[in-house]
């Protein structure tokens, strides 16, 4: 068995079967079984059912929030709104998939003007979804939701740290679906993720961190199995002279220290201009400083990030830094307190590393120029932010990001008809939104004949004087200045 602990007391959460290799396969040959059973319900026959997995989810919002407490220890009220944003997402993919990708005509244009052009999007088969614990219930059900809508069967893969949390996706959505095994879930360390890659199934989402997902890559690379990548980020918050410096501040903690800075778009970087910097830092430090441990920030789920955190610390203050808030004595296991870094060099690893805790580096730049080229200057691009008024959408836009929030921090997640989705090493490929969907159907295109070619070329019947006409027809239509 897999045995998952709460990272706070240490008492046993969940208690769930460990697959093997064997397992795992005979999971994706009964997703084989079981998918076309549920793409032959059409898009209202599985929307009618998502909707009603949707609303015994928010039924049993408590429920699923309680096993997401137990299993990562984060605040019950941050457990309620990870869940409401997931049952969004599972409620806009239902009701959006006939919309995003049921069959539709093409225009015809001069040349072929005889065949009329079919676009339909089919489902891959089998999807598998592999997910991380910092978010057990949003990071897997976005792919979920949007694969599901789109006709597929779907094994999950959840992390070993928040198996019950999969579990239970699994087995409510059995209660509204339970002729076929079309949601399974498979349990255990990465051995069994890398089950999942090799299994046959027809495409995988993963959502974890950079080094993992190049390993998902190259097995998947194996059997040219597709892949959408969700993987790590250092995102930043620009803070320019016309922001609200209360507004920001409020978003700056809350973008850091959310869910104890265990969020892949979390704020761990503030790049703010000179002339609003110190009453930002001053903001920052008075909100930041109401955080308690234990009420307001939960312990780190995964035991052994506490070392990393630490090390960003260490570092950063051998190197110069100094903390406003916090520091080296905020790191007591199994929590780490708010921590303000100032002064850090932007070559140190709390600038350049995912730290994944309560820390926030703030850092002073001359104007927004300089505060896009080093928000810009990691390998990373998942979101960002900005604070401003005139010029905050064009700084979003100079963002190398897949997605930044203006006036707010990380917005775009609970949105659900927008895409969401890296560059760089944060992976690529989207989940979420229209784009989401599309990630789960393969794109069909199909012509049909409906009259006799007037200028037959692709065939070798034409004739020479067919060709001509061709020429000239090309010429009048697109050789003109
Ligand atoms: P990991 O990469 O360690 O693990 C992610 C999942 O992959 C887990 O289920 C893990 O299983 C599994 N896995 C491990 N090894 C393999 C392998 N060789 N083949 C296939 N699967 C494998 O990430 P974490 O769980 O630690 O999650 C934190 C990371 O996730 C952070 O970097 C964070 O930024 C990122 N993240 C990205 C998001 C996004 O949307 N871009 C959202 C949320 C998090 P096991 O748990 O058993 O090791």
Redesign the pocket.
Known sequence: MLVSTNPGTGDEAGRVPVADESTVAEAVRRALDAWPWWASLGFDGRRHRLLRWRTLLAERVEELAAWTTAETGKPEAEALVEAAAGIEHLDWAARNARRVLGPRRTRSRLLLIEHAGHLEYQPYGVVGV??????PIL?PLGPIAAALSAGNAVVL?????TPAVGQWLVDTFAEVVPERPVLQAVH???????A??RSGVGKVA????????K??MA?CAETLTPVVI????KDALVVDADADIDAAAEAAVWGSMTNAG????GIERVYAVAPVYDRFVEAVVTKAGRLRLGEDIGPIT?PG?VDVIRRHIDDALARGARAVLGGAEAVRPPGVAPTILLDVPEDSAAVRE?T?GPTLTITRVADADEAVARANATPYG?GGAVFGKAGAVRIARRMHAGMVAVNSTLTFVGMAALP???VGD??FGR?HGADGLREFARAKAITVRRAPSLLPTMTFERTPAQIARLVKTIRFRYGRR
Do not use: R
Request: aromatic share 12%.
């Open positions: 592999i997910g991380p614990w910092n978010y990071t893969k959840p992390s070993e740290y255990g360390l990465g051995d069994v993720g890398a999942l890659c993963f959502t974890g961190s950079t080094a993992t997902a390993k998902v097995a969700e993987a790590g980020g265990q969020t892949c778009i995964m990030q995912e994944f998942l969401f989705g890296g944060s992976g989940i």
